[in-house]
């Protein structure tokens, strides 16, 4: 058994070896790609020249150790090149900076291969630059015996280079204090990483379902009590009749003692709900920090996927003749390391792009008074969760009107919109060559890009300004493992539509949905908004709402395209998990970015807001709901305002006062709340008090500091529930205050018409 035992740990000690290696030679080779592109503006600077040295003489030996030959012997023919320049003091020629990036290419070649659990030998590319290599070196023995080792590295004839100039932080070299604080770092594998996520997502769907089970507690409490009080009137009413008087002492003994163990019930319940409820609320604020701690742990810098383009630049600067200088910006930025991924493709597709279409050749660039190198700029940035990634440069921009002639060309309908004709650009098999090249031309780039940003949740867009660029900007959640969504019920399936896409929650009556030119149309103000239903949009097997005097429907509003969406329920807002859905045909990965454990049996698939709007608007009149009614009415007397950050709130509020004939306009915020009353129109405020940016008293405290809206009625909807923070609340000038706890629409109706009452 020994020798046994014995086999299968060298057999296992050699794969983790190749393991290790494959992910050093990674990073290996991106620093190697960084001295190349700095070697090949500078051939003489003898700094990046030894790191190169040092990176193929550390890959020899890495690849030693595992035990990978043909890796070897690339690198010591590339430490040898280096070695031979270094020791004469040479600059190395453009033919061999050429040759080292060719080998830089093979490495990464023979890794990939490695990595699918192949021989690297195998690597065709590899195997071509080893003979030349071989060549190479067979060569220069030849030419040693007769020439000086100097003249065989001399310089070549100067021969113009194609160049790219890229921007980039200078490398991190370790400290004493760096490596110390890296002792206490360990590597976590991605498989362990997604399987702690995938936990942390259940623990997060459960806290969930826990936080109804106080309310659920309450209710038993609240029936107790309304038990207790029933049986006191029964017993107060038996006691007073002549049945009562002359009953027997037991009997009155057992409804004394029935009405204690209620009694005795009825505080154990109570009890019992209040610490249900500080479980719940301990367990919710423990899962957030286990959530957020677990978000942290998969997030990496933007830097990871942008050292790859310095290269790419290069390569295709070179090929098209053109001189390139490449800037990166917020490589410090951190998202989640799976949207990085995603985004890699999408990031080199489109700076290849923007110097193959959106830069002119040096001569061009000279004649239109540009300087002959141009510049393409790469930069990342945070906007709240998510996160945006532009990517311009300062060519000849979009030439609409020849799109338009191809358009025509091919006999497609020419959109009248300058913007619209822009977004056929990212139609798959669409290309704006007539002939394809290696670099562009199949037409599949630009679909790439939208196809990755829409299954990531995110949205893709061009600008342009002729004669001085384009620019295209990506943008996508920070983090795709946990998002705050909206979920809504069609039939018995559920559905989560993310909060950030949602511009408002409706309640219509069937009556006021009209038909435009064969489309349901809904109007909101002064706007007509398309409208559909959710089913249609996403197919079989989900079927329209049920016929009903109302309809629930949520507002999507996504790069600056609007659509109202019908549905059987507006259930909930919260913050879900989510994972990825595998083996998925390409339809449903278009239209879903994942799936939600919501409790322990109830799934949600968490719907593509880009998808649904794109495809509202492909859909025309099939997309009708089939019914229309009369006009909506006029706008109602009073101008209402409902800020609330929360959109559920918001919801609740709106179709409360909409329902009693009030005319609502809605708010997310202090800062937008305060900009509308001061547009002017809003009769009434009601407003939450916990709110980012402007809580509601300072809103409160600012309008009644301003004359005109000294005496506007403000109503303050609040969870807290301390008498101090209502003191607090009205001397800041609010006329009502309304707990959430004990929230009740009668309550709020009466008080709006008090206050609008005394304001007419």
């Keep these: 058994m020994t020798p046994d035992r014995k086999v299968v740990d060298r057999t296992a000690l050699a794969a983790r070896l190749l393991a290790t290696f494959v992910d050093e030679l990674e990073e290996q080779l991106r620093a190697l790609d960084e001295d190349l592109l700095a070697l090949e503006k500078d051939p003489a600077d003898t700094e990046h020249l030894r790191s190169v040295f040092r990176i193929a003489h550390t890959l020899k030996g890495a690849s030693r150790a595992a035990g990978v030959h043909v890796i070897e012997e690339v690198c010591h023919a590339l430490e040898s090149m280096c070695a031979v320049a270094r020791d004469a003091g040479i600059p190395l020629a453009s033919s061999q900076i050429s040759l080292l990036f060719a080998g830089s290419d093979a490495l990464a070649d023979a890794g990939r291969i490695i990595r699918e659990g192949r021989d690297a030998s195998t690597s065709t590319v590899i195997r071509e630059l080893l003979q030349q290599l071989r060549r190479r070196a067979s060569a220069a023995e030849s030419a040693e015996r007769t020439r000086p080792a100097a003249a065989v590295l001399g310089p070549e004839p100067d021969r113009r280079t194609p160049s790219v100039i890229a921007d980039q932080p200078a490398p991190i070299v370790p400290t004493a204090v760096g490596l110390a604080e890296r002792d206490d770092q360990i590597r976590v594998g991605a498989k362990q990483l997604d399987s702690l996520v995938t936990a942390a997502g259940e623990l997060l769907g459960m806290t969930g379902m826990i936080g109804d089970r106080p309310a659920d507690a309450d209710a038993v409490a609240e029936s107790i009590r309304a038990w207790r009080i029933e049986w006191r009137r029964g017993a107060g009413a038996h006691r007073q009749s002549p049945e009562g008087i002359a009953g027997s002492t037991s009997l009155i003994g057992l409804m004394t003692s029935v009405d204690d163990h209620l009694s005795r019930l009825d505080r154990q319940v109570g009890e019992l709900a209040r610490a249900i409820g500080d479980d719940a609320r301990t367990l919710g604020g423990t899962t957030s920090r286990l959530v957020e701690n677990v978000r942290r742990l998969r997030m990496r810098p933007f830097g990871d996927i942008a050292e790859l383009l310095p290269r790419a630049a290069r390569d295709v600067a070179a090929s098209l003749n053109k ?115 290696n670099i562009s031309g199949r037409g599949v780039g630009l679909d790439i890009v939208r196809v990755a940003a829409e299954r990531l949740g995110g949205t893709v867009n061009v600008q342009w300004v002729p004669g001085a660029g384009t620019t295209f900007t990506i943008e996508v959640p920070v983090s795709v493992a946990t998002l705050r969504a909206l979920l809504v019920r069609v039939g018995k399936q559920m559905l989560a539509i993310p909060t950030t896409f949602i511009e408002r929650l409706i309640r219509v009556a069937r009556e006021q949905v009209r038909a435009v030119e064969g489309r349901s149309m809904l109007t909101l103000g002064s706007e007509a908004v398309p409208l559909t239903s959710l089913a249609r949009l996403l197919g079989e097997p989900l079927v329209d709402p049920l016929p009903g005097p109302e309809l629930d429907v949520f507002l999507l509003a996504v790069d600056g395209r609007r659509l109202a969406i019908a549905v059987d329920e507006l259930c909930e807002e919260r913050e879900i998990a989510v994972r990825p859905m595998e083996h998925v045909g390409d339809q449903a990965a278009a239209q879903y970015s994942g799936a939600a454990l919501l409790d322990g049996t109830r799934i949600a698939l968490v719907v593509n807001a880009n998808s649904l709007v794109s495809k509202g608007e492909r859909a025309g009149r099939s997309g009708s709901m089939g019914f229309a009614g009369e006009a909506i009415a006029a706008p109602r007397e009073w101008h209402i305002l409902v800020v609330d950050d929360s959109i559920t709130t918001r919801t609740l509020e709106e179709s409360v006062l909409s329902a009693a004939g009030y005319r609502v306009t809605t708010s997310v915020d202090g800062v937008d709340a305060l900009r509308l009353v001061q547009e002017g129109g809003i009769d009434l405020v009601v407003s939450d008090v916990e709110m980012p940016r402007l809580d509601g008293l300072g809103l409160t405290e600012r309008l009644r500091a301003t004359p005109t809206h000294a005496k506007l009625p403000i109503i303050l909807v609040t969870s807290l529930d301390k008498p101090e923070e209502r003191i607090r609340g009205l001397e800041a000038g609010a006329d009502a205050y309304i707990m959430k706890s004990s929230f009740d629409q009668d309550t709020l109706l009466g008080i709006v018409r008090q206050l609008l009452g005394d304001a007419s």
Excluded: M, Y
């Design 323 to 437: 001189e390139v200088k490449l800037v990166v910006e917020g490589q410090e930025v951190e998202a989640d390391r799976t949207v990085l991924d995603a985004l890699r493709e999408p990031l080199l597709h489109l700076v290849r792009n923007a110097i193959d279409h959106g830069l002119e050749t040096p001569d061009d660039r000279t004649r239109a008074g540009k300087e002959p190198q141009g510049r393409v700029t790469v930069r990342a940035e945070l906007g709240g969760d998510w996160l945006s990634v532009t990517i311009a440069d300062d060519g000849a921009g979009l030439n609409v009107a020849s799109i338009r002639a191809l358009l025509k060309e091919r006999g497609r309908d020419v959109p009248v919109e300058d913007r619209d004709v822009a977004r056929i650009l990212f139609e798959s098999g669409f290309s704006t060559r007539r002939v394809a090249t």
